[in-house]
């Protein structure tokens, strides 16, 4: 038993891992293609990602809101589903929060910001329950309907953002009311990453603790294996399918929640960044495990962060960074495929007995 | 199926990309990555290193191409170097390319050049680094209330929407035009207006369609829209998206006539293309050039916190008129011109009413480009079929 665990985790250590080397050596390849030097773009890239502790604080500031966002795909494909309203939860989540701490104006910075982020959290989570609701009671396809939900959210932060809650002095970006200076989330200590990070963090701690260490994880898991077997046994499904998609949607509500709070101080179009898409991608690249999404997130993150470089050092065009994403996780995907297919990560213990 | 085929490419990438990259490590070995384009420097030691930003693509055939071409027109100037980065979120991303500007390339001047970067992640960045000198496309600095490392520049470019309406009020045989817009906000609201009241001087009976995608770049809407007005009998399209690239293309394919926006699209649509409004970046960025390059600064106040201007002070200009332009439509386009490089008529002249008929601008009243009522625009000239609230 101990040995077929141990093969077991390296061989998901080493095939994300090689995955990575050889999305690397091919982007070398386009890079090479385009006129660049492929080593002096390494070096870049890790110099603009990793290389110092100010670089770093750039790859953590763009991975914060991507890990929050990426569990509201992780987490209901625990159970089977497979969502993508990031986005639409992250713009609703802002929005709910903004409206929360705009009637909150003028009480203590701290009752302000707990107001917000329970206002992002629930509208967030009931966006995406919303989504699961239709999936279970209606047969509703959940892809297609968070989909489709990322499109009213965003007409609906447009609609509200140039009519209702418009602030009229902002003339030609239309916004809302700023929350205030007081109100804004600060930066950790020492740095300038804002708090979002920890908030990404944590969540994603949470969110491993209950899938893998809770009954209600347990019975997630179970319903998202075998729907029919989790029926036969007794298990709530429906609950258990709003409840589940209520907490990715919070995830990723209170991420618009943090936009706003720590980053805009308003909503406005700006709200509507690709941090939902983004975070699909963390989800599907770390298996929808939420301690590999964290990793994942800072690689995507360092990944943005040296997009700049590449096109002030090598002048190579602004896509690169997508191309390299891109390749990322095309191969990353790819590797999914390869699982078991490797002699040496087989379990031993059931060829010996054979062979004796 | 497509996992392997995703393979079979990817094998042979790997074996293009590996001998690409060795063969390419073998010839630059050593040469590092110093490939910025930089310029010989001047008189002085240093090139002064200016950081330009754009939020979309630099080869948008729209906005961004436009501020990107006034970026490579100041690269040229001895004394300067230029680095740049396209496609840069109007999110916390846009601080730390300015960051990495700063710290890393050793930039000493940026240009954030879409609207959305100003408040909050200028502001936010200038404070931090008092010494570089921020200079933001969209006009809103503030005497005392941004800090003075800040400056703000734009212009009035419907001075150019109203001669190109002009040449479009001319070339139109339905006395229909289409203007597909991005938001109803000022901005956008006084081009149309512009537009449509230049093509409604001369010739009344000209109306303007006005569509609102409600996104900034949202090509496939853009394409729709073009197309419905096309069947609705519109010949003459003309718009305000960051990229007109898509709405050219499709007026050309359907045999209508188009207006460019921004840069130049007559490329894009030789036999329709009339005229554009485009900016005129290469102008005012050579014109800070050499006030920087004179150690002239913002904080000193040597050189205006703000700067706006129209035709007269080469903000924006016309783009050369296509050859389905009569010869009675460049004439009137050109005195048209030539009066307001003067200065001496202003566009809003009254009595203007506004499409549902009520009086906005009194008989006997003209406002003048700078007018601050004209920035807060609201509503939409008699003469264009749609509302402001979409």
Known sequence: MMVKHWRKTLEAICIPIGALLVALVLFGGFCAIAGANPFGVYSSIYRAAFGTWSSFQNTLIRAAPLMLSSLCTALPA???????????????????????????????????????????????????????????????????????????????????????????SSLNKPSTYPIGMASMLGTLPGTRVHYGLLFGIVACGLAYLLIQRTTFGFAARIAGGNLRAARIAGLPVGKLTMAICFLGGACAGLAGMVEVAAVHGRANESLNANYGYGGVLVAFVARHNPLAAVLVSVLLGGILASSGILQRSHNLPDATALVFQGLVFLVVLYSESLYGKFEMFKERSAIAPSVA | MTHRQAFYLSRRQVMRGLLAASALGVAKFGAGCTSVNSNATGGKGEPLTVGFIYVGPKDDYGYSQAHALGAAAIAKIPGIRVVEEANVAETNAVQETMRSMINLDGATVIFPTSFGYFDPHVLAVAKEFPKVQFF?????????VHPNNVGSYFGYIDEAQYIAGIVAGHATQSNKLGFVAAKPIPQVLRNINSFTLGARSVNPTVKTQVIFTGEWSEPVKEAETTNSMADQGVDVVTCHVDSPKVIMETAEKRGIYCSGYHADQASLAPKGYLTGAEWDWSSIYTQYAQELLADKTL????????????????????????AAVTAKAKADAEAAKQRLLSNEVAIYKGEIKDNTGKVQIQAQQEMKQQAIELEKMNWLVEGVDGKVTG
Request: hydrophobic share 50%; aromatic share 6%.
């Open chain 2, 299 to 322: 904080m000193d106040d040597s050189i205006p916190h703000l700067l706006r201007g129209g035709l007269s002070s080469q903000f924006c200009k016309l783009s050369p008129y296509g």
């Open chain 1, 78 to 168: 625990r159970l089977g589903l497979v969502i993508i309203g990031n986005e639409g939860a992250i713009v609703i989540g802002g929005l709910s929060a903004v409206a929360v701490g705009l009637f909150l104006d003028g009480s203590a910075p701290t009752i302000v910001q707990i107001g917000m982020a329970l206002g992002g959290i629930v509208a967030g989570g009931l966006w995406i329950a919303l989504v699961g609701a239709l999936r279970h009671y209606r047969a509703v396809n959940e892809t297609i309907s968070s989909l489709l939900l990322n499109y009213i959210a965003i007409a609906i932060l447009n609609q509200l953002v140039s009519g209702v809650m418009r602030d009229p």
């Open chain 2, 136 to 144: 933001h496309a969209g006009g809103l600095y503030q005497e005392g």
